[in-house]
């Protein structure tokens, strides 16, 4: 019987502390920070605790996806930042005569400037070795994972509330390429909010990073400001644009926003995030079984 490869991708992390400069640099393209900028993300990382838990959790949502599907699948997990790096895995599959697999981001948003670099990785190996790869790039609006963020927002919205839904940003640039990911969001935080029956709401982006480039917005510290000024007293953040605790979630939401929220006098609340609930690995399962 044939076994059909699943390559699972996702940003990476430091695997620890002394790791970070590596890290960073991978993510600058090669280009090296400056000691100051190494020592600051540092300090990130120490007031989440020490290290990002992305890592431990996307091989945890692995192993499981792995006892759920049948035994004619194979789980790979790949990251673009971190060992084991996507190309590194893709020539494991090639090793271990995978011929046909499916690839999907643990991001279900799509953008030319985030998921399709993902696929651009996993791509070339792909075509050197000749092998098929079905690439699943949409996913934002499947019924499971609606259900799931709905069920996460039950558990702490109360309807003196103010919700920002919330996303990563991106450089404002992509706006010019008829990129969804602007679309697809906001697409899926109008189906939360109608579906849940939340009439004081915006979208909100984070997370921006330190370019001289502008990126889209606006931002949600910025919005915490105007959700003050218009009279409320608690914030529901509910970050619809990613799937696992990680540093954007745990520090610019956890620590940021909730000190920016203590200094306005706002009371901040955050849904728990998807991570590896059963939910999540039903609705994968699911994606892999039709489409592979």
Request: with cysteine.
């Amino acid at each position: 019987m044939e076994v059909k490869g699943v390559l699972l991708m996702a940003y990476g992390s430091p695997l620890d502390l002394n790791d970070v400069e590596r890290y960073y640099t991978d993510i600058r393209r090669g280009r090296k920070p400056s000691d100051e900028e190494i020592e600051e993300l540092k300090e990130r990382y120490k007031r989440i605790g020490g290290i990002s838990p992305l890592y431990n959790i996307t091989f945890k949502l692995a192993r499981k996806l792995q006892d759920e599907l049948p035994t004619n699948y194979k789980i790979y997990v790949g990251f673009k930042h971190s060992p084991p790096f996507i190309y590194q895995v893709v020539e494991k599959m090639f090793m271990d005569n995978i011929k046909n697999a499916i690839g999907i981001v643990l991001a279900p948003h799509y953008s030319k400037m985030s998921v399709e670099e993902y696929f651009e990785l996993a791509r070339r190996g792909f075509e050197k070795y000749n092998m098929k790869l079905i690439e699943i790039k949409n996913w934002h609006m499947e019924k499971e994972l609606l259900e799931l963020w709905s069920n996460l927002i039950r558990e702490k919205f109360k309807e003196n509330m103010f919700v920002i839904f919330s996303a990563h940003s991106l450089p404002e640039r992509i706006l010019t390429w008829n990129d969804p990911y602007v679309y697809q969001l906001r697409e899926m935080a109008i189906y939360l909010a109608n579906s849940n029956n939340i009439k004081n709401w915006t979208f909100a982006f984070q997370s921006a990073g330190k370019t001289s480039e502008k990126w889209l917005g606006p931002d949600i510290l910025d919005v915490l400001e105007d959700v003050k000024n218009k009279g409320f007293k608690s914030v529901l953040i509910v970050p619809i644009g990613f799937l696992c605790d990680h540093l954007e979630v745990l520090y610019d939401i956890d620590i940021e926003c909730f000190e920016k929220g203590k200094e306005l006098g706002l009371e901040i609340h955050r849904t728990s995030m998807p991570n590896d609930r059963d939910e999540l690995i039903k609705l994968l399962k699911r994606i892999i079984i039709e489409s592979l």
